[in-house]
């Protein structure tokens, strides 16, 4: 089993910026784990992808993140991030922490982002 905890979510202003962080725990040797990610969920809408990053670090963004997020990952802390800049209103919603592999599909419990002025 996995285990993540995000944190890092909160109130900022259109402009400004965030970083997320998914901490892990368990079994999550890169020998079980294929992805990690973050997905978000709009009110009144679906989960969608933001950001992957696979076992080898090559990444993925959403069109409407790309340029604007940045994905890491600490293997020595068993930690993912996302650097969210130039935040929009529409980047609005809970954040999840997502982590595929051969032990299944794990989910954190999500972090609120709100993008106001």
């Known amino acids: 089993q996995v285990q993540l905890v995000e944190s890092g979510g909160g109130l900022v202003q259109p402009g400004g910026s965030l970083r997320l962080s998914c901490a892990a725990s368990g079994s999550i040797s890169s020998i079980n784990i294929n992805a990690m990610g973050w997905f978000r969920q709009a009110p009144g809408k679906q989960r969608e992808l933001v950001a992957v990053?696979?076992?080898?670090?090559?990444?993925t963004y959403a069109d409407s993140v790309k340029g604007r997020s940045t994905i890491s990952r600490d293997n020595a802390k068993s930690t993912m991030y996302l650097q969210m800049n130039s935040l929009k209103p529409e980047d609005t919603g809970v954040y999840y922490c997502?982590?595929?592999?051969?032990?299944?599909?794990?989910w954190g419990q999500g972090t609120q982002v709100t993008v106001s002025s």
């Open positions: 997502y982590c595929g592999g051969v032990l299944g599909n794990f």
């Open positions: 990053i696979t076992s080898s670090g090559s990444t």
